[in-house]
């Protein structure tokens, strides 16, 4: 079990594949999870039955086949004891801590490997390795040093990728290939509203390339998209304007809105990027319209009212793009600071 979205951890699960299915012959099965989403991906909450009989990792027709990795031929499954290893998975706040220890009351007999780089809460550390022995957690390394002291891994080289990933230093020729393919997928995946799905395949994509030393195309396409989503997110940024005639009095009331009116585009273009942009210019409110995919998309952002919650508001009445700029203008005119309310 690993975080899908942590993808300094690739090393690190490729490691821990290649160990338990290339030298122990053992059959494994990589699922993403967060941590608020651990007890639902939890062993006795997924068919793992179902799924290791139905993997079939060079089934072209099996839309998730990079979600298994298998190797050489298995033991029966039913004769296998279960094991579970988790990678990245840490509490970022209480909630998280609660179901992090009622998975260990559960689970915590099977937690073979559990590693971590980050610094948790001390009450929640010193119940977790009360439990379980095999739960080792330091926020001064990294996962992959962590394998490496625990003599699961032996690759420096993976570590050197694995640290420059982090530091987004693209001077590293294998992490500047990776990053710069994470870039254009996360952008797309937040463009379209489905970053998770996105940040699991190509997590997994990156973990196969690894381990079978064959570049992907996969990767190799987003990668080379890095380059046209700068150039055009750099020439969007162009079409900012402030004329838009539906916020004509907002801007007379000096509260001008800033909007890029893009039309097509590629999925990897860097909304929130123009977005940022524009609220420099036009703090009260900044939107980006596009139409990606053959669907049309309305962003809009501001530094001065909660315009996400106030917009959720009218989500049951399902306006199209000219109405819902016409509500977000009169929320924009009516709207009025708590300070001033108390006067």
């Not at 989403?37 to 039955?49: F, G, H, K, R, V």
């Not at 298998?70 to 209480?94: A, R, S």
């Not at 640290?163 to 001077?171: H, R």
Request: charged letters at 25%.
């Amino acid at each position: 079990m690993y975080n899908p979205s942590d993808f300094a951890n690739v090393f690190s699960v490729a490691s821990i594949l290649l160990k338990h299915e290339g030298i122990k012959n053992e059959r494994c099965v990589a699922i993403p999870t967060k941590t608020k989403e651990l007890l639902l991906n939890s062993p006795d909450a997924l068919p793992l039955q179902e799924m290791y009989k139905d993997s079939k990792y060079n089934d072209e027709d099996d839309e998730y086949n990079d979600y298994f990795i298998q190797t050489n031929n298995y033991l029966n499954i039913q004769n296998q004891e279960e094991k579970i290893i988790l990678v990245g998975i840490h509490p970022n706040n209480e909630e998280e801590e609660v179901i992090l220890k009622e998975f260990v009351y559960l689970y915590g007999e099977k937690i073979n490997l559990w590693i971590d780089d980050t610094k948790w809460p001390i009450k929640i550390l010193e119940y977790v390795k009360s439990e379980n022995n095999n739960i080792h957690i330091f926020p001064e390394l990294t996962c992959y040093e962590i394998l490496l002291n625990l003599k699961m891994a032996n690759n420096k080289s993976w570590l050197r990728t694995e640290k420059a990933i982090l530091n987004l230093d693209l001077s590293n020729k294998i992490a500047n290939r990776y990053l710069r393919a994470i870039s254009v997928n996360k952008t797309t995946g937040t463009n379209l509203q489905t970053k998770d799905d996105f940040d699991f395949y190509l997590f997994m994509s990156i973990v196969i390339e690894i381990i079978s030393k064959i570049r992907n195309p996969f990767i190799t396409a987003l990668e080379e998209s890095f380059g046209q989503m700068k150039t055009m997110t750099k020439r969007s940024k162009e079409k900012l304007t402030d004329k838009n005639p539906i916020f004509k009095k907002a801007k007379k009331l000096g509260r001008p809105v800033g909007s890029m009116m893009l039309g097509k585009v590629q999925s990897y273009l860097d909304i929130h990027e123009l977005l940022k942009y524009g609220l420099k210019k036009y703090p009260w409110l900044c939107i980006v319209t596009a139409t990606i995919n053959s669907r049309n998309y309305l962003f809009m952002e501001s530094k001065m009212i909660p315009i996400g919650d106030i917009m959720s508001q009218y989500n049951d009445a399902n306006p199209n793009k000219k109405e819902t700029l016409k509500l977000a203008n009169v929320e924009l005119l009516k709207y009025r600071p708590q300070r001033l309310r108390r006067k």
